[in-house]
Protein backbone atom coordinates (compact mmCIF):
# COMPACT_ATOMS: atom_id res chain seq x y z
CA UNK A 1 0.00 0.00 0.00
CA UNK A 2 1.43 3.16 -0.98
CA UNK A 3 0.55 6.38 0.86
CA UNK A 4 1.61 9.89 0.79
CA UNK A 5 1.39 12.88 2.81
CA UNK A 6 1.40 16.41 1.87
CA UNK A 7 1.78 17.85 5.07
CA UNK A 8 4.15 19.26 7.82
CA UNK A 9 5.74 18.44 11.07
CA UNK A 10 2.30 17.09 12.66
CA UNK A 11 2.37 14.63 9.52
CA UNK A 12 5.72 13.77 10.35
CA UNK A 13 4.33 12.60 13.98
CA UNK A 14 1.64 11.03 12.88
CA UNK A 15 3.63 8.23 10.18
CA UNK A 16 6.82 8.43 12.46
CA UNK A 17 5.23 4.46 13.36
CA UNK A 18 3.28 3.72 10.93
CA UNK A 19 5.19 1.74 8.82
CA UNK A 20 6.29 -0.47 11.88
CA UNK A 21 2.93 -0.75 12.77
CA UNK A 22 1.77 -2.06 9.61
CA UNK A 23 4.51 -4.29 9.48
CA UNK A 24 3.47 -5.69 12.40
CA UNK A 25 -0.01 -6.47 11.11
CA UNK A 26 1.41 -7.66 8.14
CA UNK A 27 0.66 -5.21 5.49
CA UNK A 28 3.50 -4.26 3.30
CA UNK A 29 3.66 -0.33 2.89
CA UNK A 30 5.84 2.46 1.29
CA UNK A 31 4.80 5.53 3.41
CA UNK A 32 6.42 9.31 2.53
CA UNK A 33 5.72 11.96 3.85
CA UNK A 34 6.52 15.78 1.95
CA UNK A 35 7.77 17.77 5.36
CA UNK A 36 8.23 21.45 5.12
CA UNK A 37 8.11 22.73 8.86
CA UNK A 38 4.24 24.83 9.43
CA UNK A 39 3.14 24.06 6.30
CA UNK A 40 0.25 25.65 5.84
CA UNK A 41 -2.38 24.76 2.64
CA UNK A 42 -1.70 27.95 1.04
CA UNK A 43 1.61 27.29 0.99
CA UNK A 44 1.49 23.76 0.03
CA UNK A 45 -0.73 25.80 -3.25
CA UNK A 46 2.23 27.89 -4.09
CA UNK A 47 4.36 25.39 -4.12
CA UNK A 48 2.01 23.54 -6.27
CA UNK A 49 2.13 26.51 -8.82
CA UNK A 50 6.24 26.87 -8.31
CA UNK A 51 6.76 23.40 -9.07
CA UNK A 52 9.89 23.77 -7.06
CA UNK A 53 11.64 21.07 -5.21
CA UNK A 54 11.35 22.49 -1.74
CA UNK A 55 10.15 19.21 0.26
CA UNK A 56 12.20 17.06 2.39
CA UNK A 57 11.19 13.38 1.10
CA UNK A 58 10.28 11.15 4.37
CA UNK A 59 9.98 7.63 3.59
CA UNK A 60 9.07 5.16 6.12
CA UNK A 61 8.91 7.35 9.18
CA UNK A 62 12.81 8.30 8.20
CA UNK A 63 14.55 11.16 6.34
CA UNK A 64 15.54 9.74 2.97
CA UNK A 65 18.30 13.37 2.85
CA UNK A 66 16.69 14.96 -0.25
CA UNK A 67 14.54 17.28 -1.40
CA UNK A 68 11.31 16.92 -4.03
CA UNK A 69 8.81 19.09 -5.72
CA UNK A 70 4.94 18.11 -5.16
CA UNK A 71 4.71 16.76 -9.11
CA UNK A 72 7.52 14.46 -9.26
CA UNK A 73 6.16 12.78 -5.98
CA UNK A 74 2.76 12.24 -7.21
CA UNK A 75 4.46 11.35 -10.28
CA UNK A 76 6.75 9.07 -8.23
CA UNK A 77 4.65 5.66 -8.11
CA UNK A 78 0.83 4.50 -7.96
CA UNK A 79 -0.15 6.21 -4.52
CA UNK A 80 -3.19 4.17 -2.69
CA UNK A 81 -4.04 7.08 -0.25
CA UNK A 82 -3.24 11.16 -0.52
CA UNK A 83 -3.62 13.09 2.52
CA UNK A 84 -4.01 16.94 2.70
CA UNK A 85 -4.16 18.88 6.12
CA UNK A 86 -3.81 22.64 7.37
CA UNK A 87 -0.93 23.94 9.31
CA UNK A 88 -1.67 23.65 13.13
CA UNK A 89 -2.21 27.11 14.14
CA UNK A 90 -4.64 27.86 11.21
CA UNK A 91 -6.05 24.59 11.61
CA UNK A 92 -9.62 26.08 13.23
CA UNK A 93 -9.72 28.96 11.15
CA UNK A 94 -12.18 28.13 8.41
CA UNK A 95 -11.42 30.88 6.00
CA UNK A 96 -7.53 29.56 6.13
CA UNK A 97 -8.67 26.51 3.97
CA UNK A 98 -10.25 27.84 0.73
CA UNK A 99 -9.57 28.27 -1.58
CA UNK A 100 -5.99 26.72 -1.82
CA UNK A 101 -7.63 23.16 -0.18
CA UNK A 102 -9.65 23.09 -3.36
CA UNK A 103 -7.20 24.10 -5.41
CA UNK A 104 -4.90 21.06 -4.48
CA UNK A 105 -7.48 18.22 -4.29
CA UNK A 106 -8.00 19.00 -7.65
CA UNK A 107 -4.59 19.14 -8.49
CA UNK A 108 -3.94 15.60 -6.59
CA UNK A 109 -6.91 13.97 -8.27
CA UNK A 110 -5.87 14.87 -11.33
CA UNK A 111 -2.19 13.95 -11.45
CA UNK A 112 -2.87 11.16 -9.33
CA UNK A 113 -6.32 9.69 -10.27
CA UNK A 114 -5.97 6.44 -8.71
CA UNK A 115 -5.35 7.26 -5.25
CA UNK A 116 -7.85 8.04 -2.69
CA UNK A 117 -7.74 11.46 -1.21
CA UNK A 118 -8.07 11.75 2.99
CA UNK A 119 -8.09 14.35 5.34
CA UNK A 120 -5.55 14.30 8.27
CA UNK A 121 -7.57 15.95 10.78
CA UNK A 122 -5.05 17.70 13.62
CA UNK A 123 -4.83 18.45 17.30
CA UNK A 124 -5.13 21.32 19.53
CA UNK A 125 -2.22 22.31 21.83
CA UNK A 126 -1.45 21.51 25.68
CA UNK A 127 -3.30 23.63 27.81
CA UNK A 128 -0.29 25.21 28.62
CA UNK A 129 1.19 26.03 25.41
CA UNK A 130 3.54 28.78 24.66
CA UNK A 131 2.93 28.09 20.94
CA UNK A 132 2.57 31.98 18.77
CA UNK A 133 -0.72 30.60 17.02
CA UNK A 134 -2.46 29.88 20.46
CA UNK A 135 -3.89 32.89 21.03
CA UNK A 136 -5.99 32.87 18.05
CA UNK A 137 -8.02 30.61 20.29
CA UNK A 138 -7.42 32.40 23.35
CA UNK A 139 -5.29 29.91 25.01
CA UNK A 140 -8.06 27.45 25.27
CA UNK A 141 -7.54 24.03 24.24
CA UNK A 142 -11.03 23.40 24.38
CA UNK A 143 -12.20 26.39 22.00
CA UNK A 144 -9.21 25.59 19.61
CA UNK A 145 -10.39 21.41 19.68
CA UNK A 146 -13.97 22.78 18.43
CA UNK A 147 -12.54 25.34 16.22
CA UNK A 148 -10.23 22.84 14.53
CA UNK A 149 -13.18 19.67 14.42
CA UNK A 150 -15.91 22.57 12.78
CA UNK A 151 -12.81 22.87 9.81
CA UNK A 152 -11.71 19.68 9.11
CA UNK A 153 -15.51 18.15 8.87
CA UNK A 154 -16.53 21.34 6.79
CA UNK A 155 -13.50 20.74 4.42
CA UNK A 156 -13.97 16.15 4.16
CA UNK A 157 -17.63 17.29 3.27
CA UNK A 158 -16.56 20.24 0.71
CA UNK A 159 -14.11 17.84 -0.55
CA UNK A 160 -15.81 14.21 -0.53
CA UNK A 161 -12.93 12.86 1.82
CA UNK A 162 -12.76 10.53 4.55
CA UNK A 163 -11.04 12.24 7.90
CA UNK A 164 -8.60 10.63 9.46
CA UNK A 165 -9.64 11.91 13.16
CA UNK A 166 -6.32 11.84 15.01
CA UNK A 167 -7.27 15.02 16.89
CA UNK A 168 -10.65 13.14 18.15
CA UNK A 169 -8.09 10.69 19.86
CA UNK A 170 -5.92 13.27 21.25
CA UNK A 171 -9.05 15.01 22.65
CA UNK A 172 -10.70 12.14 24.04
CA UNK A 173 -7.46 10.50 25.14
CA UNK A 174 -6.79 13.60 27.04
CA UNK A 175 -10.02 12.69 29.17
CA UNK A 176 -8.58 9.66 30.27
CA UNK A 177 -6.54 9.23 33.83
CA UNK A 178 -3.46 8.08 32.35
CA UNK A 179 -3.14 11.48 29.78
CA UNK A 180 -5.23 13.98 31.89
CA UNK A 181 -3.45 17.47 32.22
CA UNK A 182 -3.97 17.29 35.69
CA UNK A 183 -1.78 14.27 36.31
CA UNK A 184 1.02 16.10 34.36
CA UNK A 185 1.40 12.91 31.41
CA UNK A 186 1.40 15.29 28.22
CA UNK A 187 0.32 14.17 24.62
CA UNK A 188 2.79 16.57 23.73
CA UNK A 189 6.40 17.18 23.96
CA UNK A 190 6.87 20.66 23.91
CA UNK A 191 2.83 21.71 23.51
CA UNK A 192 1.95 20.78 19.93
CA UNK A 193 3.96 18.10 18.57
CA UNK A 194 3.33 14.75 19.70
CA UNK A 195 5.33 12.84 22.51
CA UNK A 196 8.41 11.30 21.12
CA UNK A 197 6.45 7.84 21.94
CA UNK A 198 3.14 7.24 22.76
CA UNK A 199 1.95 10.45 21.02
CA UNK A 200 3.61 9.53 18.04
CA UNK A 201 1.79 6.05 18.53
CA UNK A 202 -1.61 7.43 19.19
CA UNK A 203 -1.58 9.05 15.79
CA UNK A 204 -0.25 6.07 14.12
CA UNK A 205 -2.67 3.95 15.23
CA UNK A 206 -5.78 6.13 14.03
CA UNK A 207 -3.84 6.26 10.41
CA UNK A 208 -3.31 2.05 10.86
CA UNK A 209 -7.04 1.87 11.50
CA UNK A 210 -8.60 4.26 9.16
CA UNK A 211 -5.94 4.90 6.31
CA UNK A 212 -4.84 0.80 6.56
CA UNK A 213 -7.80 -0.67 7.98
CA UNK A 214 -5.88 -2.58 10.19
CA UNK A 215 -7.07 -3.18 14.14
CA UNK A 216 -5.10 -1.81 16.25
CA UNK A 217 -6.14 -3.49 19.28
CA UNK A 218 -4.46 -7.08 17.96
CA UNK A 219 -1.49 -5.13 17.17
CA UNK A 220 1.91 -6.12 18.92
CA UNK A 221 3.82 -3.16 18.17
CA UNK A 222 4.92 -1.31 20.61
CA UNK A 223 7.76 1.53 20.29
CA UNK A 224 10.83 1.33 22.42
CA UNK A 225 10.39 2.28 25.19
CA UNK A 226 10.85 2.00 29.15
CA UNK A 227 9.30 -0.42 31.25
CA UNK A 228 6.36 1.61 33.21
CA UNK A 229 5.61 3.70 29.33
CA UNK A 230 4.06 -0.26 28.40
CA UNK A 231 1.24 0.09 30.49
CA UNK A 232 -0.14 3.58 28.28
CA UNK A 233 -0.84 1.17 25.41
CA UNK A 234 -3.76 -0.24 26.19
CA UNK A 235 -5.92 2.52 26.51
CA UNK A 236 -4.72 4.20 23.69
CA UNK A 237 -5.34 1.01 21.49
CA UNK A 238 -9.01 0.90 22.62
CA UNK A 239 -9.10 4.39 22.11
CA UNK A 240 -8.26 4.84 19.05
CA UNK A 241 -9.86 1.87 17.82
CA UNK A 242 -13.39 2.87 19.14
CA UNK A 243 -13.12 6.26 17.52
CA UNK A 244 -12.44 5.42 14.55
CA UNK A 245 -15.23 2.66 14.09
CA UNK A 246 -17.46 4.82 15.22
CA UNK A 247 -16.82 6.47 11.57
Given at each position: ??I??I????????????????????????I????I?????????K????G?????H???????D????L????AE????????Q??????G??DS???????L?????????G???M?H??????VK?????????D?????????????Y?????T????L????D???????T?E?????????C?D???L?????????????Y???????????????D?????????P?????V??I??L?
Amino acid sequence: MNILAIGNSFSQDALRYLHDIAASGGYDTHIVNLFIGGCSLETHFKNMQSGEAVYDHEINGQAADCKISLADALAERAWDVITLQQCSGYSGIVDSYYPFANELAAYVRRKAPGAKLMIHQTWAYDVKSDHPHFPFYDRSQNRMYSALSEAYNRLAETLRAPLIPVGDCIQTLRETEEFHAEHGRSLCRDGYHLHLVYGRYVAAACWYECVIGGDITTNGFIPDCPPEMRDLFPVIRETVHRICTLL
